[in-house]
């Protein structure tokens, strides 16, 4: 038996759904169902505009559509990220400056951000890891004094929380990702939200090909044209459908690997006492979601050990991200503020357990087998 890092979960009323958008007749964008997707989001996180589109990566594209990315500018963001991050503005011929993050959260360092900023930054990309908000009060407040945009990868963090906000709703626009790694999921699929009202039509436009359509749609022109750059940026009503059934059950879910998070947290805290490895932080002043559980131990030859015992055992964990800054594209068009220490440290270091709807059954074994392990390469 193999328990895998993943397994999507499923909520039953999925495949009626599915069913449901065939029978009424459109499966393309925008149907009946992504309008209740829409509504649920703006409804429940307090966003002014949400947008589903089909995949957080199109959304990190969007925003810089939206704010008018050029050649030659600056994006401040962390290395410790998704590609897509980066990606997202590399298209438009931006540069991201990577900046170190913090050694509990792993997040953004803020106290680095502002040493980032040129006359060519542009804006601020902070990433939510593990679920767990930045310090998004900082971050905001070097944005109004350099008169910069910030856009949330909030991909990890639907339904965390950071000063009593929903993150992806603090900046100017945060991106979603309904990925089926993620908590809440279609398959693939994202949202854009919109948090400044002056986006929210160019944003409807930009999504739908650089047409003024959906303004058509609700009668507020007699035909629709080519006003705008834009993709293609809708998801099918198939992903709506299927998330729609999602987010019905989206806080039984979160409140589900919650406690999978907590039996995992309270069944190692000796070995952190033990200073054998470092455990997850959460911020004072937030929420999280539960998104990630990872542990941190002394270095990389460690964690590899550990995760080839792991696999021996039938349990499959895995390590997170390659920093970018030492990525081969990465190198060619980035540039970094500061030493990157941190990033590179936690990279080497860091390893994610499974943690999905249903693991309760194995979830003893994995933490007797992560103890002994643990103990053994410690020895």
């Given at each position: 038996?193999?328990?895998?890092?993943?397994?999507?979960?499923?909520?039953?009323?999925?495949?009626?759904?599915?069913?449901?958008?065939?029978?009424?007749?459109?499966?393309?964008?925008?149907?009946?169902?992504?309008?209740?997707?829409?509504?649920?989001?703006?409804?429940?996180?307090?966003?002014?505009?949400?947008?589903?589109?089909?995949?957080?990566?199109?959304?990190?594209?969007?925003?810089?559509?939206?704010?008018?990315?050029?050649?030659?500018?600056?994006?401040?963001?962390?290395?410790?990220?998704?590609?897509?991050?980066?990606?997202?503005?590399?298209?438009?011929?931006?540069?991201?400056?990577?900046?170190?993050?913090?050694?509990?959260?792993?997040?953004?360092?803020?106290?680095?951000?502002?040493?980032?900023?040129?006359?060519?930054?542009?804006?601020?990309?902070?990433?939510?890891?593990?679920?767990?908000?930045?310090?998004?009060?900082?971050?905001?407040?070097?944005?109004?004094?350099?008169?910069?945009?910030?856009?949330?990868?909030?991909?990890?963090?639907?339904?965390?929380?950071?000063?009593?906000?929903?993150?992806?709703?603090?900046?100017?626009?945060?991106?979603?990702?309904?990925?089926?790694?993620?908590?809440?999921?279609?398959?693939?699929?994202?949202?854009?939200?919109?948090?400044?009202?002056?986006?929210?039509?160019?944003?409807?436009?930009?999504?739908?090909?650089?047409?003024?359509?959906?303004?058509?749609?609700?009668?507020?022109?007699?035909?629709?044209?080519?006003?705008?750059?834009?993709?293609?940026?809708?998801?099918?009503?198939?992903?709506?459908?299927?998330?729609?059934?999602?987010?019905?059950?989206?806080?039984?879910?979160?409140?589900?690997?919650?406690?999978?998070?907590?039996?995992?947290?309270?069944?190692?805290?000796?070995?952190?006492?033990?200073?054998?490895?470092?455990?997850?932080?959460?911020?004072?002043?937030?929420?999280?979601?539960?998104?990630?559980?990872?542990?941190?131990?002394?270095?990389?030859?460690?964690?590899?050990?550990?995760?080839?015992?792991?696999?021996?055992?039938?349990?499959?964990?895995?390590?997170?991200?390659?920093p970018l800054h030492g990525s081969p594209y990465g190198k060619q068009v980035s540039r970094t503020s500061g030493s990157l220490s941190v990033t590179e440290?936690?990279?080497?270091?860091?390893?994610?357990?499974?943690?999905?709807?249903?693991?309760?059954?194995?979830?003893?074994?994995?933490?007797?087998?992560?103890?002994?392990?643990?103990?053994?390469?410690?020895?």
């Amino acid at each position: 038996m193999t328990i895998p890092f993943n397994r999507p979960a499923l909520t039953g009323a999925e495949i009626d759904f599915i069913k449901q958008a065939h029978s009424n007749g459109h499966l393309a964008g925008d149907g009946e169902f992504s309008k209740k997707c829409h509504r649920w989001l703006e409804a429940t996180l307090g966003t002014h505009k949400a947008l589903l589109t089909h995949s957080c990566t199109a959304a990190l594209e969007m925003s810089a559509l939206l704010i008018d990315i050029l050649p030659g500018d600056e994006v401040i963001m962390p290395s410790y990220t998704f590609v897509s991050t980066a990606n997202a503005f590399v298209l438009r011929g931006a540069k991201p400056v990577f900046v170190d993050i913090r050694e509990d959260t792993f997040n953004l360092d803020e106290s680095l951000v502002e040493a980032a900023v040129t006359e060519r930054t542009k804006a601020i990309v902070p990433i939510h890891y593990a679920g767990v908000g930045c310090d998004m009060g900082t971050l905001m407040d070097i944005a109004v004094t350099h008169e910069l945009a910030v856009i949330e990868d909030a991909a990890q963090g639907l339904l965390s929380t950071h000063n009593d906000a929903y993150l992806g709703t603090i900046g100017d626009f945060g991106a979603l990702s309904f990925h089926e790694t993620k908590n809440i999921i279609s398959g693939e699929g994202g949202a854009l939200l919109i948090n400044n009202e002056r986006f929210v039509e160019r944003a409807e436009v930009i999504r739908e090909k650089g047409t003024n359509r959906s303004s058509f749609f609700r009668g507020e022109t007699d035909k629709y044209t080519w006003v705008d750059i834009g993709s293609s940026y809708l998801p099918s009503e198939l992903i709506a459908a299927f998330l729609w059934a999602q987010m019905q059950q989206a806080e039984a879910l979160t409140k589900h690997r919650k406690e999978l998070w907590k039996t995992y947290h309270q069944a190692f805290a000796e070995l952190e006492e033990d200073k054998l490895l470092q455990l997850p932080k959460i911020a004072k002043d937030g929420s999280h979601n539960a998104h990630i559980y990872y542990l941190v131990l002394d270095s990389l030859a460690q964690r590899n050990a550990f995760i080839d015992a792991m696999k021996a055992r039938g349990i499959h964990c895995v390590f997170h991200y390659i920093p970018l800054h030492g990525s081969p594209y990465g190198k060619q068009v980035s540039r970094t503020s500061g030493s990157l220490s941190v990033t590179e440290s936690i990279s080497d270091r860091l390893v994610r357990l499974p943690l999905w709807i249903g693991l309760e059954q194995h979830q003893n074994y994995i933490i007797d087998s992560v103890i002994e392990v643990v103990r053994e390469l410690s020895n």
